[in-house]
């Protein structure tokens, strides 16, 4: 009952978003991109008192035992690491919609669509990842060292070489659906010459929803971490990847100046992993997880503003608006 009122919660809010806050299509300014983002990290940190109550009141399964303090704390523990790994989302996501030409109007459909078909990957990815944990106890191990090989990747390889365009996904696609470069209105589908052909609207969802596999591949077992509690991982991750859209439309115009917040993002990534490495030998308490994470990301954010751009990087406010 509780899993059903949550997604039933889940799917509520999905309706309010799409057909009353944005049922006319408009271009998202950072005013109301800055609303829209607290109002969805108010609601996903005022669900920690949810947490709490359930845990305390039994009306949740808990097969790891948790006390409700301890649920709640692995709960926004988790909720911050899935919302600090959605940071290199936005990234790749910025870069798609240059790369096919959105229109800044209807780029909010797009990733409305793109976090639907998100939610059901990613509880399928947890459920399967949990059952994992739950069975196989070295799993945890084979986690750790992905994460850590993630952080190494994500450390030595730049963002700015990926091409969507160039991608093999993008070939794959355009081998099954006819494909036009045409946008017309919000439509993801449209006829031309009496053949229905895919618009760059459609081309853009499919790449983002394939891209967002990949990033659940690492935020899905950081989030492991920190919890095997199915309602917990799954909760804290739906409840991240709802305010996706609106950080999106804040943060991806800041993205050249928070130039080593990608840094950031490889020191949590690398906690988690060792984190998961000595788990079987060494608790780490979650307000020192937490702590990590605040301090991984105030460093990145204070290193971008004190540290002078090189001179062969564009300072932020030269680039284009």
Same mark, same amino acid.
């Given at each position: 009952?509780?899993?059903?009122?949550?997604?039933?919660?889940?799917?509520?809010?999905?309706?309010?978003?799409?057909?009353?806050?944005?049922?006319?299509? +408009?271009?998202?300014? %950072?005013?109301?991109?800055?609303?829209? %983002?607290?109002?969805?990290?108010?609601?996903?940190?005022?669900?920690?008192?949810?947490?709490?109550?359930?845990?305390?009141?039994?009306?949740?399964?808990?097969?790891?035992?948790? %006390?409700?303090?301890?649920?709640?704390?692995?709960?926004? %523990?988790?909720?911050?690491?899935?919302?600090?790994?959605?940071?290199?989302?936005?990234?790749?996501?910025?870069?798609?919609?240059?790369?096919?030409?959105?229109?800044?109007?209807?780029?909010?459909?797009?990733?409305?669509?793109?976090?639907?078909?998100?939610?059901?990957?990613?509880?399928?990815?947890?459920?399967?990842?949990?059952?994992?944990?739950?069975?196989? @106890?070295?799993?945890?191990?084979?986690?750790?060292?992905? *994460?850590?090989?993630?952080?190494?990747?994500?450390?030595?390889?730049?963002?700015?070489?990926? @091409?969507?365009?160039?991608?093999?996904?993008?070939?794959?696609?355009?081998?099954?659906?006819?494909?036009?470069?045409?946008?017309?209105?919000?439509?993801?589908?449209?006829?031309?010459?009496?053949?229905?052909?895919?618009?760059?609207?459609?081309?853009?969802?499919?790449?983002?929803?394939?891209? @967002?596999?990949?990033?659940?591949?690492?935020?899905?077992?950081?989030?492991?971490?920190?919890?095997?509690?199915?309602?917990?991982?799954?909760?804290?991750?739906?409840?991240?990847?709802?305010?996706?859209?609106?950080?999106?439309?804040?943060?991806?115009?800041?993205?050249?100046?928070?130039?080593?917040?990608?840094?950031?993002?490889?020191?949590?990534?690398?906690?988690?992993?060792?984190?998961?490495?000595?788990?079987? +030998?060494?608790?780490?308490?979650?307000?020192?997880? *937490?702590?990590?994470?605040?301090?991984?990301?105030?460093?990145?954010?204070?290193?971008?503003?004190?540290?002078?751009?090189?001179?062969?990087?564009?300072?932020?406010?030269?680039?284009?608006?």
């Amino acid at each position: 009952m509780v899993w059903g009122i949550f997604i039933a919660f889940v799917l509520v809010l999905l309706f309010l978003d799409l057909a009353v806050f944005n049922k006319e299509a +408009h271009e998202i300014k %950072t005013k109301e991109a800055s609303i829209f %983002t607290s109002i969805w990290v108010s609601i996903a940190l005022l669900f920690s008192g949810v947490v709490y109550w359930l845990f305390s009141s039994g009306l949740v399964e808990n097969p790891t035992n948790l %006390t409700a303090s301890d649920a709640t704390l692995k709960y926004i %523990t988790g909720y911050l690491i899935e919302l600090s790994l959605s940071i290199d989302n936005v990234f790749v996501i910025a870069v798609i919609f240059s790369s096919f030409a959105i229109p800044a109007k209807f780029q909010h459909r797009v990733l409305f669509w793109g976090i639907l078909g998100a939610i059901v990957f990613r509880a399928l990815m947890i459920l399967f990842g949990v059952a994992l944990i739950n069975k196989f @106890d070295w799993i945890i191990y084979v986690f750790g060292v992905f *994460l850590l090989y993630t952080a190494y990747k994500m450390a030595t390889s730049s963002d700015t070489d990926f @091409d969507p365009k160039n991608s093999k996904v993008y070939r794959f696609i355009r081998k099954i659906f006819p494909v036009t470069n045409k946008i017309e209105g919000e439509n993801f589908f449209i006829r031309r010459m009496g053949i229905k052909a895919a618009t760059p609207l459609f081309i853009a969802l499919l790449i983002i929803e394939l891209t @967002d596999i990949l990033f659940a591949l690492d935020s899905i077992p950081a989030i492991l971490a920190i919890t095997a509690d199915p309602f917990i991982v799954f909760s804290s991750n739906i409840l991240a990847i709802l305010g996706l859209r609106s950080m999106y439309f804040l943060i991806s115009r800041m993205l050249k100046k928070f130039r080593y917040i990608n840094y950031s993002l490889v020191a949590i990534l690398s906690f988690v992993g060792i984190k998961m490495l000595i788990s079987h +030998h060494v608790e780490i308490p979650e307000w020192l997880s *937490l702590a990590v994470i605040g301090v991984s990301l105030l460093a990145g954010i204070l290193a971008s503003i004190y540290i002078p751009a090189t001179s062969g990087e564009v300072p932020a406010e030269d680039l284009p608006k």
